[in-house]
């Protein structure tokens, strides 16, 4: 019997990435600086952009 190597499928690499780059602008915007004006709240877009 002979062993194959397993080998990392580059989707599942590339699901790891995005995953990982996700969280850190979900986390990222949580350090926006927020305002009393909902207009000037601009931490919202990055926080609803990271979730999708």
Sequence with gaps: MSRSKKYFHQDFVLAVILLLVGIAFFAGSF??????????????????????
Excluded: G, K, W
């Design 31 to 52: 350090m926006i600086p927020r305002s009393d004006n909902p207009v000037n709240n601009i931490h919202t877009f990055p926080q609803l952009a990271s979730e999708h």
